[in-house]
């Protein structure tokens, strides 16, 4: 068969479609795992529910961990978007920290089935990953408006290890700590160590 009979004129979706399809996927993997886990739903379960082929599916998302990291981006950059727009609006720092803190407490635990606690993402160690060190440097911008005296990275990298996913499931699974006690154990460790 000839090579251009297998290209139908047309047939190419418009960028808007597979934005669209692109959306759609996320949004029903998203719901899919929250509802079942994200260890008991396939690729396919993902196409099925969205109403769209594997080809679609597979078009975006390579496998299912590619799903995930999107996912988490998608997750991560709804944060940032949150977090730029509380800052640049200006108010206390010390607020500020306590308001990012409690944000990213919820953003580890609203996604840890997709952080997998005990795989690198991509790769990396979770507190090494560039997502994560950019909570590092908000912390660290923000205690550095607070002109604290001592090791200004220490003191970050206190708040910033227990804002780690395995430290995080650590405290929920073994523990027993919940989201509550989780969010007041970092803002009294914040107060004392801003003192």
């Known amino acids: 068969m000839p090579d251009d009979l297998l290209i139908v004129s047309g047939s190419q979706p418009s960028r808007a479609d ?68 509380r800052l640049s609006s200006g108010g206390p720092p010390l607020e500020n920290l306590h308001w990012f803190l409690a944000e990213v407490v919820r953003f580890v635990i609203f996604n840890e089935a997709l952080l997998d606690v005990n795989m690198p993402i991509r790769g990396l160690p979770t507190l090494a990953h560039p997502a994560h060190l950019w909570w590092r440097q908000t912390i660290r911008g923000l205690l550095g408006q607070l002109r604290l005296p001592g090791d200004l990275d220490y003191l970050t990298d ?38």
Do not use: P, W
Not at 166 to 177: A, D, K
């Open 18 to 85: 597979a934005l669209k399809n692109r959306a759609l996927l996320l949004d029903t993997a998203r719901r899919l795992f929250a509802e079942h886990g994200v260890e008991a739903i396939t690729m396919s379960a993902v196409a099925e529910a969205a109403g769209v082929g594997k080809g679609t599916l597979y078009r975006h998302f390579e496998n299912k961990t590619a799903l995930c990291h999107a996912l988490l981006d998608d997750e991560q950059r709804q944060l940032q978007e949150r977090t730029l727009r």
């Open 158 to 195: 206190v708040l910033y290890v227990m804002l780690d996913a395995r430290t995080i499931s650590f405290q929920r699974h073994n523990l027993g700590y919940s989201l509550d006690r989780i969010q007041a154990g970092i803002e009294t460790m914040l107060n004392r160590l801003v003192g």
